[in-house]
């Protein structure tokens, strides 16, 4: 979380606007204090109530727009209260935003002139009347005080139009017209302009025509709500959801949602995947976070170098995509290669040191398949297709790649059957005190032993289950497998850890599951621990921070695994309740040797002592590493010099029957 993202998060938990976010049924996924407060319910245990049941009116309104209704709550009666709500797509949630309106909606629409020209203005609230035969508008002190206007300037209509933004100028003279034509109050909101012309507010404003015995419009009264900052909040939330957090682009939510859009209205177009080239090279030699300045680097190239209708965003790791309406096949690839042959030339300048990245790019045209998915998983298959080609190229769909697709398919089912059949297993990575030389843990490590050729490593099936959803059920099985070891060996000394995906952060229902274990098995849940890698827990921060709050109060270990691998990985330390820190291998590699990765590994070490976290150094190869983070302070290490994985069964089950101290 950046320090932008925390000022955010303090906003959404200080605002006296209510917001909740929940699924396609109006159960709670979330809800700010305000709304708690609003619904009589506790915050802790919001999640899974019915929106609808606690507040009737919340999906009466239009999707997008605010309505102003009265209504009886549950905890304070009855109130008027400003409702809008949106969907949040492609997910089935949907974001609720509630205004209380009350203090001043009883009162205000019956005020007369002089009462307007009196009225106080104790928050955000305002009263106008329009005297329709002088035209002459009379503003209380909250109006003027809102708009900057000192007591004695005149104000006409004219002059109350020209405060409001050019934009909103016709909805706001359709609706008054309207009103005045009809005699029913009015509504709507608009943006407004200060008399210095810069500072710019949002305004609520509702009201009612008064008439004389003839039925003739003579006034109109209204009141107008600051709401500003509800409105900045409300974008917040939505950008938030749908931008990249390093980039700053439209994050894969976004741009999904995007291209479904252009599909259903039966535009033409094509669908551009970009990816770099050996970007695990780049994290490898020079670090994640130079990996992370290179992905920036690349989306201001690509950004800069697009028209201004096509749409950029990350969908993901180091996979970027552009939606580009109204081009047809060849104007797509042409465009493609322009951009791969910018990109191959942009110096990427960091600590002295040129680093030049090429791409290898995908087309697949909007017609190629019916739904946003198979355009989708097309230009996926074109971009393979670069890639097996030599890379730094740009390949059009062609229905010929679907044996590539047939390979990944063959690779799930393998899995499938694998994990139906038992022939996954698990083998375990020993945490060690280098003090003593003693086992601490195993971190478990994922093996697919169903003697098929050709034999399938974790890096060749592991990123294809990520894409689909089997990889949810490995994760369970992993979680299951440990705890019924655990169970089966209730020695003390064995403690395994279990790594998390970060699809399976998203999983509501995953912390239910590792609780029910842990008590139906009747383990101490302290033997168990849980890894979130940081790049995990920074694109689903919110989920990872769910989870490790339940299984923490729970008892369970936490621990942030590639620590430092990414920018605003101390930010992370304040909002995610771990355990503890497996120090990211990038700094263990050369810490016999770099001055620089010991003063980093200190700077861990200190931040993690005063916090009391546990620390982990990973890749430790060989005997000077182990010195050196010995005189750093570090106790606990893993890495083929102190250990490999060997079988789950071999460590638990030794010929004496005795378990590895």
Wanted: glycine share 10%; net charge negative.
């Amino acid at each position: 979380m950046t320090g932008d993202d925390s000022v955010q998060h303090t906003v959404l938990h200080h605002t006296d606007v209510g917001f909740a976010i929940t699924d396609s049924r109006g159960r709670l996924r979330w809800v700010n204090p305000a709304m708690a407060e609003l619904l009589g319910i506790d915050e802790a245990h919001a999640r899974g109530r019915s929106l609808p049941a606690l507040l009737p009116a919340a999906w009466e309104g239009a999707e997008g727009t605010s309505t102003v209704q009265r209504l009886t709550t549950t905890n304070r009666g009855v109130r008027w209260l400003e409702i809008n709500w949106h969907p949040l797509p492609p997910s089935d949630a949907h974001l609720c935003r509630v205004v209380d309106l009350t203090g001043s909606r009883q009162e205000e629409l019956e005020v007369g002139s002089e009462t307007t020209r009196r009225s106080p203005e104790r928050s955000r609230m305002g009263n106008w009347e329009w005297v329709i035969a002088e035209d002459r508008v009379v503003w209380s002190e909250g109006m003027r005080e809102m708009s900057g206007y000192p007591a004695d300037a005149e104000i006409d209509y004219d002059a109350f139009m020209r405060m409001i933004h050019p934009d909103d100028v016709a909805l706001v003279t359709r609706v008054l017209t309207r009103s005045l034509g009809t005699g029913e109050p009015f509504t709507y909101i608009h943006r407004a302009r200060g008399a210095d012309a810069t500072d710019v507010r949002v305004f609520e404003c509702f009201g009612e025509v008064i008439t004389d015995d003839d039925g003739k419009p003579v006034r109109l009264v209204g009141s107008a709500h600051d709401i500003t900052q509800a409105h900045e909040v409300h974008h917040e939330l939505r950008r938030m959801a749908e931008e990249d957090p390093l980039t700053g682009l439209p994050n894969r939510r976004a741009l999904t949602a995007r291209l479904e859009r252009e599909i259903a209205s039966g535009a033409r177009g094509a669908l551009v995947v970009i990816d770099l080239d050996n970007f695990k090279d780049v994290n490898d030699l020079r670090g994640h976070m130079v990996g992370d300045r290179v992905m920036c680097a690349l989306a201001t190239a690509l950004r800069n170098r697009l028209p201004e209708n096509h749409y950029l965003g990350r969908l993901g790791g180091d996979e970027f995509a552009v939606v580009m309406p109204g081009v047809d096949q060849a104007l797509a690839k042409r465009t493609a290669q322009q951009l791969a042959a910018a990109v191959a030339t942009i110096p990427v300048a960091v600590a002295g040191v040129t680093i030049r990245v090429t791409v290898s790019t995908g087309v697949a045209p909007f017609d190629s398949g019916p739904t946003w998915e198979a355009v989708l998983a097309n230009a996926d298959l074109a971009l393979y297709a670069s890639k097996g080609a030599g890379r730094n190229r740009v390949t059009v769909y062609d229905p010929g790649h679907y044996a590539d697709t047939a390979k990944r398919v063959a690779v799930l089912e393998r899995l499938r059957t694998a994990l139906t059949d038992g022939h996954l297993a698990l083998h375990g990575m020993p945490m060690v005190d280098l003090r003593t030389g003693r086992t601490l843990g195993y971190e478990l490590l994922l093996r697919l032993e169903d003697d098929l050729l050709p034999r399938l490593g974790p890096g060749d099936f592991l990123p294809d289950a990520e894409r689909t959803d089997l990889i949810l059920n490995i994760d369970r099985w992993v979680l299951g497998q440990a705890v019924d070891t655990l169970a089966a060996h209730p020695d003390p000394g064995l403690r395994l850890d279990v790594n998390v995906s970060g699809r399976t952060l998203d999983d509501e229902e995953f912390g239910d599951f590792v609780l029910d274990r842990i008590r139906s098995s009747d383990v101490p849940p302290g033997r168990l621990g849980l890894e979130i890698t940081e790049t995990a827990a920074l694109t689903n921060l919110d989920a990872a921070r769910h989870l490790a709050t339940r299984l923490r109060e729970a008892g369970c270990r936490i621990t942030l695994d590639d620590f430092g691998s990414g920018f605003g990985s101390f930010v992370h330390l304040k909002h995610l309740p771990i355990t503890g820190l497996k120090i990211d291998g990038e700094f263990v590699r050369g810490i016999d040797r770099s001055t620089t990765d010991s003063v980093l590994v200190t700077g861990i070490m200190e931040i993690a002592n005063g916090l009391g976290l546990t620390t982990v150094a990973e890749w430790v190869e060989r005997p000077s590493q182990v010195n050196a983070l010995t005189r750093l302070g570090v106790e606990v290490a893993q890495g083929f010099h102190l250990g490999k994985p060997k079988p789950l069964s071999a460590i638990v089950l030794r010929p004496n029957g005795v378990l590895p101290r």
